[in-house]
């Protein structure tokens, strides 16, 4: 059995990873936590451990509108104890150290209309200090992995499932009270929460290292999600292509409107070759997950 410290309690990817552990995978991997908002981690002994799962770290800044001072809170919380932390399970002997980065290292989704496909190749471009921050991380802690510590790196698309937070919920506020929804076309890469957990599952048991793209099976598309969570939550909701007109007049108005437009209706996947690995981990479909996030 390996032993996992998951440094970054009651975070919502750390307690789903958690449970999903104790009723898949009890007598493969044991979970610990430990609180990063104080320095006492830094006393803690993380040589009984195996493999230690980094996901504290601060999201969903709204970028239009932060002071210098939050921006280096995230510099400083993103980045920087980032890098301490797996310096620190380095140092202490850890085999593995496992790293929540984030798509938002490829920058903002594309404008409304416009393709953004990303490879493997795609080099990273922030768009801002969160993505800066997150990229920072990234790179750093990747340089301190060798031969004999392992350093796992996620780039997870959006993340969703119940009680998730960001931008599924306030899309799912939407899908519950709106009559009718714009029909348009866009390709979306999302991840489900459990189709997370179990990528995590393997790539500890497996001791796999590297950068990995996980995703959902099937992309989607900002509409049909929509459509979707208003059946889950039994909402009736016309989605049409008449509306399409409100998104287009939506992206003539400067500043927060138009960002507000892109972010909903924009472009943003990963190729699909780019998820696929030897083992199984997407194990929910799109309509399912739904189902299950909205119950």
């Not at 440094?7 to 991997?29: D, I, M, P, Q, R």
């Not at 996620?154 to 499932?161: D, E, F, I, K, T």
Request: glycine share 8%; charged share 25%; proline share 4%.
């Amino acid at each position: 059995m390996k032993k996992v410290l998951i440094t970054g309690a009651n975070s919502y990817v750390g307690v789903s990873f958690e449970n999903y552990v104790k009723e898949h995978y009890a007598s493969e991997l044991s979970i610990d936590t430990v609180d990063m908002m104080d320095g006492s981690w830094r006393n803690r002994d993380f040589g009984e451990f195996d493999i230690i799962y980094h996901v504290a770290g601060i999201a969903h800044a709204d970028v239009g509108r932060v002071s210098e001072e939050t921006k280096k809170k995230y510099y400083a919380i993103n980045t920087d104890l980032s890098i301490e932390t797996c310096r620190k399970a380095k140092n202490e002997g850890i085999k593995q150290f496992v790293f929540m980065s984030s798509a938002i290292v490829y920058g903002d989704p594309a404008p409304y209309g416009k393709p953004k496909r990303i490879h493997a190749y795609t080099q990273p471009q922030p768009a801002n200090f969160y993505g800066d921050s997150k990229w920072k991380a990234d790179k750093g802690v990747r340089e301190l992995a060798d031969e004999k510590f392992l350093v796992t790196v996620l780039r997870p698309p959006m993340v969703y499932g119940k009680g998730s937070k960001g931008n599924y919920p306030t899309l799912a506020k939407i899908a519950k009270r709106l009559p009718a929804f714009p029909a348009v076309v866009n390709e979306r890469s999302m991840l489900y929460i459990e189709n997370l957990c179990e990528f995590l599952c393997q790539v500890m048991i497996r001791g796999e290292g590297g950068i990995f793209w996980p995703q959902n099976e099937e992309y989607t598309e900002t509409s049909e999600l929509v459509k979707t969570i208003a059946e889950a939550s039994g909402h009736k909701i016309i989605v049409s292509k008449t509306w399409n007109w409100a998104v287009g007049l939506a992206r003539l108005v400067p500043g927060k409107t138009r960002r507000l437009a892109d972010k909903a209706f924009g472009n943003m996947s990963y190729d699909q070759s780019m998820s696929a690995y030897d083992f199984k981990y997407q194990r929910i479909g799109l309509k399912e997950s739904i189902r299950r996030t909205e119950r």
